[in-house]
């Protein structure tokens, strides 16, 4: 079985200041880890995904992600937020045979001006 | 890239009618589409997996005589809510593998349906 954690529901921060959103899973297989971002009646957007390799991946709209292995976190940063970065992000863990996602909770980001 | 088309994008229903949801792969073949719920500001839950030419795989707790899912082809997976009733009204959302089909390629989705049962 396999769980995500998102720790943060809800994250105000002032435009481009940097921003974090943490997320921790759980898993006894190796696992694929996402982060996507929902804006408000539409359907997620991937961001950014950790395969394997460097643990430091870089996705769309200058967010980036890092992988912990030993923390089982894989926490989404982004150095200056924007106004237009107001959404839900997601992050997810897929079991690398099965292919089904699990999903966190989510994490409302608020760029306030 | 991969785009999946979700239509309709909202749809207003009378209790007790049935509603059909469609999910499209655009410029891919998907042989295994994914039906999600999402309540407001919550997390999506799937509610069952589509296999091309095969019964869809539910999710404990879903009903699979009131959510119909139909995956007739490697483009086309349908969702229909039977009877619906105020308490179905929810954002319905599809996705599908990468074009690869691999699950390393993460999902791509749908832009959902919003479903108001009056």
């Known amino acids: 079985a396999q769980s995500v954690t998102q720790l943060d529901s809800q994250v105000p921060v002032f435009e481009e200041a940097p921003v974090e959103l943490r997320c921790n899973y759980s898993?006894?297989?190796?696992?694929?880890l996402f982060w996507y971002v929902q804006y408000p009646n539409q359907g997620l957007q991937l961001l950014l995904k950790?395969?394997?390799?460097?643990?430091l991946v870089k996705g769309i709209n200058g967010f980036e992600a890092e992988f912990n292995k030993s923390q089982t976190s894989f926490h989404l940063r982004k150095p200056s937020v924007h106004i237009s970065d107001t959404a839900e992000y997601f992050c997810a863990v897929s079991n690398t045979n099965a292919g089904k996602s699990t999903f966190g909770d989510g994490t409302t980001l608020t760029v306030k001006p | 890239g991969a785009v999946v088309s979700q239509h309709p994008s909202w749809v207003i229903c009378k209790s007790g009618t049935s509603v059909k949801i469609e999910c499209r792969s655009l410029d891919f073949q998907a042989t295994t589409m994914f039906w999600y719920r999402q309540f407001p500001k919550q997390s999506l839950m799937l509610m069952a997996t589509s296999n091309e030419g095969s019964k869809a795989t539910y999710e404990q707790g879903v009903e699979k005589d009131k959510f119909l899912i139909n995956h007739a082809s490697l483009t086309l997976s349908t969702l229909t809510v039977t009877s619906a009733h105020p308490e179905d009204s929810s954002f319905y959302i599809c996705?599908?593998?990468?074009?690869?089909?691999?699950?390393?390629?993460?999902?791509?989705f749908g832009s959902g349906t919003r479903l108001t049962v009056v």
């Open positions: 996705s599908a593998r990468g074009a690869t089909g691999r699950s390393s390629q993460g999902y791509t």
């Open positions: 898993s006894s297989v190796s696992v694929y």
């Open positions: 950790y395969l394997s390799g460097s643990t």
